[in-house]
């Protein structure tokens, strides 16, 4: 397939040092997916590329693609950088970690679908200042349909009763009810943590509106997503761990 030149939209999310002077970088695109880009004397200083290849560069880049593995940075226009992540650990690592999580859940040029916009507006969100545990967490339950297990969140798996006190059960892979609560494996949620789960797992990430959540509350669901994870993805990703130090455990 001959390279062609596109325009593609999005962020850059990680980079690191390739060869001498050149840059590796990997781009979370509308057009054409996660792509990794090479930038060739990136790591000159006078590259004019120079600014484009910031971690949580914004903007739209000019790529040299034929839509399979390294495509190349040639040009970009109008960025956005976001300085504050530089000296915010907080945000800088829920948004290193967040990204690495889905970079996992995609092949590279694979279709992202509403995920895209899912990753930006959380992104937004978080340099904006809204509370990074609570859109974490968000973004953390609404890939696991991207990585092939959705956990059923909007009904009780055995009979289907939509509303009620809920408890989540990892070997059925949702919420039940409580009218079985005696007879399941169950994580032994506090009836608040369950429905928290359920509304950040099928909140619209544009309707989350101002939500102020007390710390037990936010560990206690905290702590159930990662089992979650373990249970079905398990991916024991560095950024996790650093998250984990920044976050305090
Ligand atoms: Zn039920």
Known sequence: MA??????????????????ADLLAKLWTKELGIVTVIIKGGMRPKSRLA???????????????RRQ??????????????????TDLDKSAYLSYLFDLADHAFSEYQNL??????LMGAFDRIVAGQDPEIIAQIVQLQLLAAFGVAPQLAA????????????????????????HFRNVDRLHLSP??????????????????QIQLDEPLKKESRRAV???????VDLNLPSLRFLNEVRGG
Request: aromatic share 10%.
């Open 51 to 65: 600014a484009a290849v910031l971690p949580f560069t914004e903007g739209t880049f000019g790529v040299l693609t």
């Open 113 to 118: 679908g509403s995920y895209y916009q899912l």
């Open 192 to 209: 608040k943590a369950a429905a928290l789960i359920r509304t950040l797992g099928l909140l619209p990430l544009e309707r989350l509106g």
């Open 3 to 20: 390279a062609e030149l596109l325009d593609v939209h999005g962020l850059l999310f990680k980079r690191q040092k390739y060869k001498e």
């Open 226 to 232: 990662a089992q979650i994870y373990q249970a079905t």
């Open 156 to 179: 009780c798996v055995i009979c289907g009763k939509e509303q009620g006190i809920f408890d989540y059960s990892l070997s059925l892979g949702g919420v039940v009810c409580s009218d």
């Open 69 to 86: 593995g390294i495509s190349q940075l040639r040009t970009y226009k109008k960025l956005r950088q976001h300085d504050e992540l530089f």
